[in-house]
């Protein structure tokens, strides 16, 4: 049995987790952190603190304004961490790699094993196609906050891992009144409706496109990665770790 903590509890993504959660025998959720403490099955606190009861893991799908209170909470409890929250500071971000050396830290842009994969052909593209012009076009619904998204970002990063000289990330090309150069990575945000999350990474070269595509149809897919995370981080050492080492564990 995996016993969660979970933060956000009362959100969009807390809501599918927990009932995710009770389809599974194996995962119990003993309490949750939300500045709505609306009861969904276990008791919500706003304050971390106020639950001095047993847990194996917490997962968090909240707000980066959560980050200082739960990170605190976790180190002084000893407990595994999965940080789902996108739009983390760089600040934020150095504190979980810190983190990772007193208590297990799992941290991934994105929870949807699709999206990882689509991370690893994103590199190996970049590695064949080279000279091939890179844009990354993220679609998701009205409601979310920070952009470009936080997996836009990692597909980003991953692709200059790979490219033969630094890359330089173009947001905004209506300002840049100029041709554009080699080692840029256009990415590009649109807000509209409800949709969960689709991502696109572009390969342009001459007479040819080759063009990556991931579409999450539900949050579900978000959920399932997470809880297979808190399943995978159950009893694991102090560290770093990602959805590569989830997905390495079980192949």
């Known amino acids: ?8 509890a009362n959100g969009k993504m807390g809501k599918v987790i927990t009932a995710m959660a009770a389809e599974n ?22 304050n971390p603190d106020e639950y001095a009861g047993g847990a194996d893991v917490i997962i968090d799908f909240s707000h980066p304004s959560a980050f200082e209170n739960l ?18 500071s760089s600040v934020q971000l150095k504190k979980l790699e810190e983190m990772s050396k007193e208590i297990p830290v799992f941290f991934s842009a994105n929870m949807s094993l699709g999206i990882n994969l689509l991370i690893q052909l994103a590199k190996k593209a970049t590695e064949i196609l080279n000279g091939f012009d890179i844009e990354i076009v993220e679609r998701h619904h009205n409601q979310k906050i920070d952009a470009p998204s936080g997996t836009a970002l990692a597909i980003a990063d991953a692709i200059n891992e790979s490219m033969t000289a630094e890359a330089e990330y173009v947001y905004d090309r209506h300002s ?13 945000a649109v807000r509209g409706g409800t949709i969960v ?8 070269g001459k007479d040819e496109v080759i063009e990556l595509n991931h579409h999450a149809h539900s949050k579900e897919v ?18 770093f770790y990602n959805m590569t080492d989830l997905v390495n564990s079980s192949m």
């Open 222 to 239: 978000f959920a399932s990665g997470a809880l297979a995370a808190a399943r995978f981080m159950n009893g694991k050492p102090a560290g």
């Open 71 to 88: 990170t605190e909470y976790a180190l002084k409890r000893k407990l595994p961490i999965i940080m789902c929250t996108t739009g983390l």
């Open 1 to 8: 049995m995996t016993n969660i903590i979970l933060s956000g």
């Open 25 to 46: 025998d194996d995962l119990n959720i003993v309490c949750g952190f939300d500045v709505n403490t609306e009861s969904n099955g276990f008791p919500v606190y706003q």
């Open 197 to 204: 999350g689709d991502h696109s990474v572009i390969f342009a």
């Open 176 to 188: 840049k009144r100029c041709k554009r150069s080699k080692n840029e990575i256009g990415i590009h």
